[in-house]
């Protein structure tokens, strides 16, 4: 009997030890398994994101993992399918092993879902803006950004403040023409020569007031008004560009472009990057434009424009429109900082004062000199500002303040404006002065910057899809994902895993 008992006790002592190390054991497994739930879900979202779009990164210096799969339309199914793809080598480590293999943890994929993601459209195109900014700020470095602030804002500056008093200057002539001078003119002279006919009648053959006034203007005096009128009759991307031959004539499919279809939304968008909200941020995204897409002066020959820096700006279909735009934009702003010039130098403002009391008097008009003076002054200052685009256009430098020495048309020098080769006799060169580009910054600075923002990403679209990718879309561009799953363990325990992985984490670190 007492043999028994001992055997009963031993008996119930080993059901208690084994049960006790079994529960160890499950318990260890389970643990471990979590561990490897965890792993698997960090290694699958590291695989998953070097999957990015090596168009956009080469291009555009932009990480973003292609959501529509080459497609055309959202996959989600299938981007979930690369994730559990990768992690299943991590649960299973002898998933696809020709000589088979052992696994010691029992882990089971149940469910699981992508719950969130980010596009590069999201928030009107914040995300796509905010990787951009960030790359240039660790290209250029705080020295590069603290430079480029302080030369195109100031740039920008003035340039508004010039054009607010520009603006001001040319209204001066009320909006008279010089037809209109002319018309007063040939009334003055119909007047006159009846003045002077009824003092010829009563014996008196002096000269009348205006004629004297006439008579006295030099002979070599030439009025240069017809001429500035003839200038501003001829077609402007002519005068500035030396001929029509000399234009793209490549187009967009405005129906086509990702802002004008609509995008697509993200779910549940991840941790809100700050786009370009503050002025700093938007400048570095004018330069990041000016470093990753073409102009007039140093075109895009792949893309489906050359001009594409203008078509940020002016947002129209075609190379031609848009470069017409753009010139005519940067005339009214060159036509405002000369016209200041001239009012404010007292050199000048004496030739203006002069020349318009010259004009008035051959024209027999002496009361319209202070409308002659401004209309004078907007032609000189048209004709100053075609001779500086034109030379931006080829290439040269112009300063965005005007000197004495750096001044180029007199108003004598007007007529051979007209001239064969007249314009490029002209135009100089300013060693110091301003480049076309850096007016096209200047341009971008002062822009809307949510405007710049949505045709950068028709632009990236576009000639993504030039290079050989029809179906390419940016706003099926992912950021940043979240991806939530459950892995049963052991058959008893199950471990739930969620993970959120943004490609700006990954600059970061």
């Known amino acids: 009997m007492k ?50 779009d090596r168009d956009l990164l080469s291009k555009y210096d932009v990480f973003f993992i292609d959501g529509a799969v080459g497609s055309g339309n959202m996959q989600i199914g299938s981007i979930y399918d690369r994730f559990t793809g990768a992690m299943g080598y991590i649960l299973e480590p002898n998933k696809g092993n020709v000589f088979g293999g052992k696994n010691l943890l029992d882990l089971s994929l ?26 240039m700020k660790e290209t250029a470095g705080i020295q590069g950004i ?7 804002g100031q740039a920008a500056d003035h340039t508004e403040i010039q054009t607010a008093q520009g603006s001001s200057l040319q209204e001066l002539s009320g909006g008279t023409s010089y037809a209109d001078i002319e018309a007063q003119s040939a009334e003055a002279v119909r007047a006159d020569a009846e003045e002077a006919a ?22 070599d005096f030439v009025n240069p008004l017809p001429f500035i009128d003839e200038l501003r009759s001829r077609a402007l991307l002519d005068l500035v560009t030396g001929g029509s031959e000399n234009i793209s004539d490549k187009s967009l499919d405005g129906a086509s472009l990702a802002g004008s279809r609509g995008y697509e939304r993200g779910v549940g968008v991840i941790d809100v990057p700050e786009g370009i909200g503050t002025f700093e941020s938007h400048l570095i995204f004018d330069e990041y434009i000016m470093t990753h897409f073409g102009c007039y002066t140093a075109p895009d020959a792949d893309g489906p424009l050359s001009y594409q820096t203008e078509y940020i700006l002016q947002g129209k279909g075609t190379d031609r429109e848009n470069i017409e735009a753009m010139v005519t934009k ?8 000369n016209i200041v010039f001239l009012y404010s130098n007292a050199v000048r403002s004496e030739e203006l004062t002069a020349a318009s009391a010259a004009i008035a008097a051959l024209l027999f008009i002496p009361f319209a000199e202070p409308v002659i003076k401004a209309i004078l ?13 034109r030379a931006l256009l080829a290439g040269k430098r112009v300063p965005l303040m005007k000197s004495d020495a750096n001044w180029q048309v007199s108003l004598a020098g007007i007529p051979e404006l007209l001239t064969e080769g007249g314009l490029d006799m002209t135009a100089g060169d300013v060693g110091d002065g301003m480049s076309y580009q850096d007016y096209l910054r200047v341009m971008l600075a002062i822009a809307d910057g949510q405007t710049q923002i949505t045709r950068t990403l028709d632009l990236v679209e576009q000639n993504i ?6 179906n390419f879309r940016i706003d099926c561009c992912m950021e940043a994902l979240t991806v939530q799953v459950s892995v049963r363990s052991e058959r008893r325990v199950t471990l739930t895993e969620e993970q959120t992985v943004r490609y700006r984490d990954f600059a970061k670190s």
């Open 465 to 470: 899809r030039a290079a050989g990718r029809p």
């Open 146 to 152: 603290s430079l480029l602030l302080g030369k195109y």
């Open 198 to 219: 009824e003092r010829a009648e009563a014996g008196i053959y002096e000269p009348t007031e205006a004629e004297a006034r006439a008579e006295a203007v030099p002979d």
């Open 377 to 389: 002054a907007a032609g000189w200052a048209f004709c100053e500002s075609v001779v500086d685009v």
């Open 330 to 337: 940067l005339l009214a702003v060159r036509e405002a900082a």
């Open 110 to 135: 149940t469910e699981g879902a992508i719950t969130g993601y980010t596009l590069a459209t999201d928030v009107n195109g914040g995300i796509y803006a905010s990787q951009a900014v960030e790359y």
């Open 3 to 52: 043999k028994a008992s001992i055997t009963i006790y031993l008996s119930l002592m080993l059901v208690l030890i084994v049960s006790v190390i079994s529960a160890s054991i499950v318990s260890v497994k389970v643990q471990a398994g979590r561990s490897r739930v965890a792993n698997s879900v960090d290694q699958a979202m590291f695989s998953l994101f070097a999957q990015y």
